[in-house]
């Protein structure tokens, strides 16, 4: 059992950045992943991350802007954010997969960290 812990949300103006951590305790040498879910929407994906660093994906209206990355020595997934967008306005979930590449569907989830982009 994975346990997750984000951090890093805040208040930010259009333009800005935000760097989001996720803390993972327990087994973690798994594929991980950031996803999003904004006001009266579903949560989707923005980005992923297999378990030993060597591959990124992202969604497209986050390319270029957003960068994931991880410490596996210190068991953290980061998510760097810039040229943040109003339309970024979301609460921001870390989740892990049940093998080392980002594969179906995420079986484990923090609990959410929010994210206010103004304009």
């Known amino acids: 059992q994975v346990q997750l812990v984000e951090s890093g949300g805040g208040l930010v103006q259009a333009g800005g950045s935000l760097r989001l951590s996720c803390a993972a305790s327990g087994r973690t040498l798994y594929a991980m992943a950031w996803f999003r879910r904004a006001p009266g929407k579903e949560r989707d994906f923005v980005a992923g991350i297999n378990s030993d660093g060597g591959r990124t994906y992202y969604a497209n209206s986050v390319k270029g802007r957003f960068t994931i990355s991880r410490a596996n020595s210190k068991n953290l997934v980061l998510l760097q954010m810039s040229s943040l967008k109003p339309e970024d306005t979301a609460v921001y979930y870390c989740?892990?997969?049940?093998?080392?590449?980002?594969?179906?569907?995420?079986?484990?989830w923090g609990q959410g960290t929010q994210v206010t982009v103004s304009s």
């Open positions: 989740a892990t997969y049940s093998g080392a590449v980002v594969t179906g569907a995420a079986n484990s």
